[in-house]
């Protein structure tokens, strides 16, 4: 945990939130890339299953 400083100006609490916010960006992109992979490939699964289970309509030919 941070120590708090009580004559520490306002903007300071602000200022080390964002260096943190900073650091944590590269983390923070990766797993949410992996969240959307996920989410991604169980859509696609989904719609696979979707077709595959779809009853194939014969058209009459003219």
Known sequence: MSKKQTN??????????????YREW???????EREL??????????EKSEQLTKPISKEKSS
């Open 37 to 46: 992979a996920a989410h991604l490939s169980l859509q696609k699964r989904s």
């Open 26 to 32: 590269p983390i923070w992109l990766v797993l949410r």
């Open 8 to 21: 520490a100006p306002p903007w300071q609490a602000i200022e080390e939130q964002a260096y943190h916010a």
